[in-house]
């Protein structure tokens, strides 16, 4: 059993999907119950995952079956998790009994699609960050674009018929984009299979590697969101009901910062190394805009979202400065963002609940009225904001000292002054809906948080916490997978030339090659290091 | 007591773990004011035991570090949650547990009866916790951890009357001036690393490894960056020009609170920073300088504005501000163990004439309250001859005026003069010096016109506030005038362990503990000093200088406020501008306003109406709009017809025909 950990455990929702289809639709209860039942199992069986991950570079509980094989081309089955994927896989499975229990009141109509819907879009994220084929990852790549679509264009807002179509049909331009580019490197790579491990050695020629780059970066761009592909974002958010924004916001957007560490980048070392400049100017860009934007907003949900793009932005800098900090940083980064931001969005969630608005100006001074919810609001707001002791300092402040190392160093001055901004947007939006007299009659009789909610926020108060003081073993685990995989992308001359010394290399990587013809050594374009 | 000091930040966690989660529930004051002020002063009673074992090393042996346990290691990185005990910490968790639990007690009395009791005891305690990080943090970033904890409390207690606009709009700015500050730090943390690491290969954000390695920094240049950086922070931290303006908005805060945090410790963190890192400092000529200059503007800026407050803490808060201040100034001219003896004395008297305010205040709003008045219990033109209503508060309260006035023989006359001094004949700065020390003594003046100005407003004269209410203004309880006094005693007597050499009296005890912090700074300053000589001569001149110019300060203000109290009036009408200039805080604020504020949300919204929605969408949109024009134009071709269809179909097959034949 344990060498199918990982199957077991992606396609158990599948499970409860089942279940599902077996359940009355008039009966509620039942249909929370079996789906927060099968999230929970499949977090229970990600524990061993968890738990037998050996801490080095290789790939882990690998599992690979023969899929399909239709004339040149050749699928298979091919899944297994390193420390690059082992945190979100766990994020994920962390994360979806949160977001299945925040929707016990928030949906009452066709609870059983609903539900159906996010277990489906479940084995979706999960199968996405295991897979090592890339025609599987597609695939998975896909499947969670449906659920999605469904979640926000069934039970959202007013305006979701837009939002969804904005949604999908950016994610679509991307990933078609993609789907070529996944095409011919197939085919640049001679017969074989779509195994990721073997395109990592390519060597591909530059202006090939540029095409290719650009396709992958511009679907996961979208994903990420990067300025100036964000405009979806906060459209999807604003109109998505609260679990569809949790995982929108927690573990979706991963997605693509994940495909620039696991894909572009390693895939395409010279093309990304060329981009890098562009990539941190738009991350860089990203993070002083999304924060203006932020603080002008009178929607609570859509400054999240705008927040959103500030902190991934940060994630972007921090991938992008290809050193142990920095993608380390932009790891953490990311399990920070999907806690502090999956937590915000179940905090305007609850506030949505009572009151069916989310503008800034029909609130104020609910501490009075709500003191739980205000002291667990303010705990996230400083975790948004990366308070040193809360998880978002130890991922931004690896991120800018990473990138201060970097070539990039310039772009962290700026990048830094993200921090002052943050605390501006996030720290005015708690004034106005927290401080202040309670004048607003409606707002006088507004409950505390019940005990379903505070123990939605408990698990997430005390990660904010757990990685803000003891983040060494979610560091020490991913660190040599991070390690290997800088390595591969850090083609610089002198490191090819080095390059048969060094121990680690995936079998089948052609070393000691020069770097592609037409690569000068210290691009103009790029800022001289030192 | 050295391998136990990390229960010293422990404590006051616990406090703030048990009055935080459970507070609520216990709801017994007494319970509650004595958990909070327990845990405390067992701090205090730790860091006596670690002060005591310090004596008892050699000098040059007192210096320990304590890895409590791993935190951030990644790659090269590498920051533990470690502690560094040194004189200098040991100093400065002596005055933050000492001064601490002499406020908590305070507190218990001052505190009586709000709601949020237990909220803020449990605050307090969180803030000693993050302030005794700060100054016991053995790498930069467990500084920071505190340096960003105590902005958080202060913003959480500043904040504390959140339901007051004013309240949290004063709390928000702190945090966001802390912040710009903040930024400073994190940028001078990282060029510091980078320098080293990438030409050294060390890449240490410990204390003690950059001090050892400190020979290689070159003098000016990168240092220059990083060290201004800093400065940047301090000068958030710390309230100087420019990033000044949030403390005294900070006086939203419950009196105990200023008292703590914005005036006896958490303010003076950017001066301990500047010490904890004055072998870099010293590296930089430049920095110096500004740091002097920032300080002796500051010092003369803030001491300005506090002749023209009317409110009693607002007074006070300038003040602070001011004395923080003289204490750069003397980090900026090299008197390191100066700048951190007036932190310390300050310490004591600055708390004492806070929680004396918050006495009176306690008194006034008491009276007022019984008479169902709502004047303003803050405003010093409804106080007067309070000195008969509660005499220990006005006692203590004018002993420590005395001594931030400069009055010989009070612990602030010791510190403040020491830093005249070296701000004349310290050898960095060349010319400046003289102006350094100009500054200084006017600022001075203006320290002992303000101060008295409000001794003679509050405790003197006749009695402004309503005749109704005057039989219900009472000396406050002991465990209010306990701390004044023991403050107020120290206030006086704090200043005979850092007597002057020159007086002979006595050795500097103070500045010995701290030389073996300092001495290698003041071995790189060597590099570009110009040593000059000065008499005993000079020395007793420029003192009995300074004297002068205190008493001169006290007869205007006596002059003005006792006896001819139609001076003031006259004076502002005489120069209306002037007055209104300074009452107004010369425009600061509304120029902060000006340049940034609005700027900013006007660019914000600019970039989300005019860029987001305008142009990416439109952009977005307008592509959606050319693919639905295209679909409905296609969607024309199909009709439903059959005979359109064949018609198509014929003239495809003609049309391919027609292909081939012509190839």
Redo the contacts between chains.
């Keep these: 059993m344990s060498d199918m950990i990982i199957t077991l455990m992606t396609f158990s929702p599948l499970v409860g999907v089942l279940l599902l289809f077996f359940i009355p639709k008039d009966s509620h209860a039942l249909l929370r119950g079996v789906a927060i039942a099968t999230t929970v199992v499949t977090f229970l069986l990600s524990l061993p995952i968890m738990f037998g991950f050996v801490t080095n570079a290789e790939f882990q509980f690998k599992e690979f079956y023969p899929w399909i094989a239709a004339g040149p081309f050749q699928m298979n089955y091919n899944v297994g998790i390193d420390g690059i994927s082992l945190w979100l896989v766990i994020l994920t499975t962390f994360t979806m009994p949160i977001a299945v229990l925040s929707t016990w009141t928030a949906v009452e109509t066709k609870v059983k699609e609903y539900m159906i819907f996010l277990l489906l879009l479940e084995v979706g994220m999960l199968g996405a960050f295991v897979a090592l084929d890339m025609f599987l990852f597609y695939i998975f790549w896909e499947l969670m674009l449906i659920p999605m679509y469904f979640i926000i264009g069934i039970w959202g807002g007013k305006n979701r018929v837009y939002a969804t179509?904005?949604f999908f049909?950016?994610t679509m331009a991307g990933s078609l984009l993609m789907l070529i580019a996944i095409i011919v490197l197939y085919f640049k790579a001679g017969a074989g299979d779509f195994n990721l491990l073997r395109f990592y050695g390519l060597n591909l020629p530059l202006a090939t590697q540029i095409w290719m780059f650009l396709a992958f970066a511009f679907a996961f761009a979208i994903k990420v969101p990067m300025f100036?592909f964000?405009?979806?974002l906060?459209d999807a958010h604003t109109e998505a009901p609260t679990a569809g924004s949790v995982i929108l916001a927690a573990i979706l957007l991963k997605m693509g910062t994940y495909g620039y560490v696991r894909f572009a980048m390693p895939l395409f070392p010279e093309a990304s190394e060329k981009f890098t400049p562009l990539i941190a100017t738009l991350a860089v860009i990203g993070i002083i805009?999304a924060s203006?934007?932020?603080?002008?907003?009178e929607d609570v949900k859509k400054l999240v979202a705008y927040s959103s793009v500030a902190h991934l932005g940060f994630v972007m800098l921090g991938v992008f400065a290809l050193?142990?900090?920095g993608v380390?940083?932009g790891m953490l980064q990311m399990l920070n963002h999907g806690i502090s931001t999956g937590a915000l969005f179940l905090i305007v969630g609850f506030i949505y609940e009572r009151r069916h608005t989310r503008l800034i100006t029909d609130f104020g001074?609910l501490?009075?009225q709500m003191p739980v919810f205000a002291t667990i609001f303010m705990i996230v707001t400083?975790s948004s904001i990366g308070?040193?002791?809360t998880n978002g300092?130890?991922g931004e402040?690896?991120v800018?000292?990473g990138s201060?190392?970097s070539k990039l160093?310039w772009y962290?001055?700026v990048a830094?002054?993200g921090?002052?901004l943050s605390?501006?947007y996030m720290?005015?939006v708690f004034?106005r809906v927290?401080?202040?007299?309670?004048n607003n009659p409606k707002n006088k009789e507004l409950k505390d948080l019940n005990a379903r909610e505070v123990a939605i926020m408990v698990p997430l108060l005390v990660m904010i916490f757990v990685m803000g003081?003891?983040?060494?073993p979610f560091?020490?685990r991913m660190?040599p997978s991070i390690d290997k995989m800088i390595q591969i992308t850090k083609v610089k001359p002198q490191v090819a030339l080095q390059a048969p010394a060094l121990p680690v290399m995936p079998a089948g990587m052609p070393m000691g090659q020069p770097a592609v013809e037409g690569m000068p050594a210290g691009h103009p374009a790029m800022p001289v290091n030192? | 007591m050295f391998e136990n000091v990390w229960l010293i930040p422990l404590f006051p966690l616990i406090g703030f773990l048990i009055n935080g989660f459970f507070g609520k529930k216990i709801k017994n004051e007494a319970v509650i004011g004595g958990i909070g002020t327990l845990m405390i002063f067992l701090s205090f009673l730790v860091s006596c035991g670690v002060l005591m074992q310090l004596i008892g090393l050699p000098a040059e042996q007192r210096v320990f570090e304590k890895v409590v346990f791993p935190w951030i290691h990644c790659g090269n990185f590498k920051a533990d949650m470690a502690f560094l005990i040194d004189p200098l910490s040991a100093v400065m968790i002596m005055v933050v547990t000492g001064v601490g639990s002499l406020i908590h007690l305070y507190s218990i009395g001052y505190m009586h009866g709000e709601e949020g009791f237990y909220r803020f005891f449990a605050y307090l305690n969180l803030f000693c916790m993050s302030m005794l990080l700060l100054v016991l943090g053995s790498n930069m970033l467990v500084m920071f951890i505190g340096w960003e904890g105590v902005g958080l409390c202060s913003y959480l207690l500043i904040g504390y009357y959140f339901e007051k606009k004013s309240a949290g709009d004063a709390a928000k700015k702190a945090f966001v001036m802390n912040r710009v500050g903040d930024f400073g730090f994190l940028i001078g943390l990282f060029t510091l690393y980078w320098w080293f690491g990438s030409n050294h290969n060390i890449w240490t954000i410990n204390f003690v490894e950059i001090k050892a390695a400190s020979h290689l920094l070159p003098y000016g240049g990168v240092v220059t960056i990083a060290t201004l950086c800093f400065f940047l922070g301090a000068t958030g931290k710390s309230a100087q020009l420019p990033l000044y303006t949030w403390l005294p908005d900070a006086m939203e805060g419950p009196t105990p609170v200023s008292a703590l945090i914005h005036a006896a410790t958490m303010v003076t963190a950017g001066v301990y920073m500047i010490g904890r890192m004055s072998f870099v400092f010293i590296k930089s000529p430049e920095t110096m300088m500004v740091v002097a200059v920032v300080g002796a503007c500051t010092a003369i800026f803030a001491a300005t504005i506090g002749t023209a407050q009317n409110d009693i803490k607002r007074v006070l808060a300038y003040s602070t501000v001011s004395q923080l201040g003289f204490m750069f100034l003397a980090m900026g001219v090299g008197a390191f163990g100066a700048g951190i003896f007036h932190l310390m004395t300050h310490a004591f008297f600055k708390a004492c004439l806070f929680l004396g305010s918050g006495s009176v205040i306690h008194a006034m709003h008491h009276a007022l309250h019984h008479g169902h008045l709502h004047d303003d219990a803050q405003d010093m033109r409804n106080m007067g001859g309070l000195k008969k209503y509660m005499p220990i508060t006005f006692l203590t309260f004018l002993v420590s005026t005395i001594a931030i006035a400069g009055i010989p023989g009070f612990s602030g006359f010791f510190s403040k003069d020491e830093i005249l001094w070296q701000a004349f004949a310290n050898p960095y700065h060349g010319g400046l010096n003289i102006v350094l020390w100009g500054i200084g003594c006017i600022a001075a003046m203006f320290t002992a016109f303000y101060m008295f100005r409000l001794v003679f407003m509050t405790f003197f004269g006749e009695c402004r506030i309503n005749p109704k209410v005057k039989d219900h203004l009472h000396e406050s309880p002991l465990v209010i005038t306990i701390p004044l006094m023991v403050l107020g005693f120290l206030a006086v007597v704090g200043g005979y362990i850092g007597m002057p050499k020159l007086m002979g009296m006595l050795p500097n005890y103070f500045e010995h503990w701290l030389d073996p912090v300092f001495e290698l700074a003041n071995e790189y300053g060597k590099e570009y000093a110009h040593v000059g000589h000065h008499t005993h001569a000079l020395e007793w001149g420029l003192m009995g200088l300074s004297v002068v110019i205190a008493v001169i300060g006290i007869t205007i203000a006596f002059t003005m406020y006792m006896a001819n109290n139609k001076l003031p009036e006259k004076f502002t009408s005489t120069f209306p501008a002037l007055h209104r200039a300074v009452y107004n805080k010369w425009y600061m604020d509304e120029l902060y306003d000006f340049l940034f504020v609005n700027p900013c949300k006007g660019f914000g919204n600019l970039l989300w109406k005019g860029f987001d929605v305008v142009v990416v969408d439109g952009i977005v949109n307008g592509v959606g709009k050319i693919f639905m024009g295209l679909s409905a134009g296609i969607r024309g071709l199909q009709t439903g017809y059959t005979h359109n269809y064949a018609l198509g179909m014929t003239l495809g097959a003609v049309v391919i025909v027609a292909l081939y034949i012509f190839r």
Excluded at chain 1, 292 to 297: G, N, R, S
Excluded at chain 1, 434 to 438: A, T
Excluded at chain 1, 469 to 472: A, F, G, Q, R, S
């Design positions: 179509l904005k049909i950016y100036p964000h405009t979806w906060p805009y203006l934007v932020a603080m002008v907003q050193n142990q900090q380390a940083g001074g501490s009075k400083f308070l040193p002791g300092f130890v402040f690896l800018l000292i201060f190392e160093r962290t001055v830094s002054s921090v002052i605390a501006v720290l005015w004034q927290m401080f202040g007299e309670l003081l003891y983040p060494k560091i020490d660190a030192k």
